[in-house]
């Protein structure tokens, strides 16, 4: 008898668990499992588990929380039911190999503070909604196949840190109102096809260190107002159409070494300045 109350005590508690992810968020997990082929990912889910207990999800407060399956063999396509995990504040599905458009449904993960996408396959435009992600401060999406423009949209994420869009096929400009991004860190747009003039609104993020724009086709000067950024510690923009072959420059106070250079417009001298 004591046996028998000890096994259904076990099966309540058991219940109970599962009861404590809501069937809309676990059936969100399991579409994703299912349309990245997770019986085939590095590390897979037994989904007869608890979602404790699935490799690469936290849980707070009977709510997913965190998603990290880089480098799992995910293939296929990101579902719209993504969308549902609405108390996701991290999702990193970098170095795998999914592909198809990223599904507008994003926009409705508010809590999400980093979405790293990288290293994929993904095509198609960056969808304008991700500007609605108001607490994101770290945005990767380099290394995809990624088409059209930077939405202006973006320009709103007044918190992000990190704007990572490199090695795509964006086109178009930097749009002017970059300088919204006040707290922006790192920059980087390398090798895409973009073009236009650099914009002199760059020179208001008094924060960013890094910023990455060659291999492109950008034209004009280089602003002298980047002298403004002492912060920047990484400046590459080299492979472009600009006036004035620069070099790249790496170091304590780059600005003062870009401003050497426009200084001298037939300066061609390679300069490696390395950290302390």
């Not at 290394?143 to 178009?172: A, Q, Y």
């Not at 300088?179 to 609104?201: F, R, T």
């Given at each position: 008898?004591?046996t028998?109350?000890l096994?259904i005590?076990?099966?309540?508690?058991?219940?109970?668990?599962?009861?404590?992810?809501?069937?809309t968020e676990?059936d969100?997990?399991l579409?994703l499992?299912?349309?990245?082929?997770?019986d085939?990912?590095?590390?897979?889910?037994?989904?007869?588990?608890?979602?404790n207990?699935?490799?690469?999800i936290?849980?707070?407060?009977?709510?997913?929380?965190?998603?990290?399956?880089?480098?799992?063999?995910?293939?296929?396509t990101?579902?719209t039911?993504i969308?549902?995990?609405?108390?996701?504040?991290?999702?990193?599905l970098?170095f795998?190999?999914?592909?198809?458009?990223?599904?507008?449904?994003?926009q409705?993960?508010?809590?999400?503070?980093?979405l790293?996408?990288?290293?994929?396959?993904?095509?198609?435009?960056?969808?304008?909604?991700?500007?609605?992600l108001?607490?994101l401060?770290?945005?990767?999406?380099y290394?995809n196949?990624l088409?059209?423009?930077?939405?202006?949209?973006?320009?709103?994420?007044?918190?992000l840190?990190?704007l990572?869009?490199?090695?795509?096929?964006?086109t178009?400009?930097?749009?002017?109102?970059i300088?919204?991004?006040?707290?922006?860190e790192?920059?980087?747009?390398?090798?895409?096809?973009?073009?236009?003039e650099?914009p002199?609104?760059?020179?208001?993020?008094e924060n960013?260190?890094?910023?990455?724009?060659?291999t492109?086709?950008?034209t004009?000067?280089l602003?002298?107002?980047f002298?403004?950024?002492?912060?920047l510690?990484?400046i590459m923009?080299?492979?472009?159409?600009?006036?004035?072959?620069?070099?790249?420059?790496?170091?304590?106070?780059p600005?003062?070494l870009i401003?050497?250079?426009?200084?001298?417009q037939?300066?061609?001298?390679?300069?490696?300045?390395?950290?302390?």
């Amino acid at each position: 008898m004591k046996t028998l109350k000890l096994i259904i005590a076990c099966l309540f508690v058991s219940a109970y668990s599962f009861a404590n992810i809501s069937s809309t968020e676990k059936d969100a997990l399991l579409a994703l499992y299912n349309s990245t082929n997770g019986d085939k990912w590095n590390v897979t889910w037994d989904i007869t588990t608890d979602v404790n207990t699935w490799h690469g999800i936290q849980v707070e407060n009977n709510e997913i929380v965190e998603i990290n399956l880089q480098f799992n063999n995910l293939q296929g396509t990101l579902p719209t039911e993504i969308g549902n995990l609405t108390s996701l504040r991290k999702m990193n599905l970098g170095f795998n190999k999914l592909t198809g458009q990223l599904p507008t449904t994003l926009q409705n993960l508010k809590e999400l503070k980093s979405l790293e996408l990288f290293m994929n396959g993904f095509e198609g435009n960056i969808p304008s909604e991700l500007g609605s992600l108001k607490n994101l401060e770290s945005l990767k999406l380099y290394s995809n196949r990624l088409s059209g423009t930077i939405p202006e949209s973006l320009m709103e994420l007044t918190n992000l840190k990190e704007l990572l869009l490199g090695s795509n096929f964006l086109t178009g400009t930097i749009p002017n109102q970059i300088y919204a991004l006040s707290k922006l860190e790192k920059l980087s747009l390398m090798d895409n096809k973009m073009e236009g003039e650099i914009p002199v609104e760059l020179a208001q993020l008094e924060n960013l260190q890094e910023l990455l724009l060659s291999t492109n086709q950008f034209t004009g000067d280089l602003p002298s107002e980047f002298m403004s950024l002492t912060n920047l510690n990484t400046i590459m923009v080299s492979d472009n159409n600009l006036n004035t072959d620069f070099t790249t420059f790496s170091g304590n106070n780059p600005p003062d070494l870009i401003f050497l250079e426009l200084q001298n417009q037939n300066a061609t001298a390679t300069m490696d300045i390395e950290k302390e």
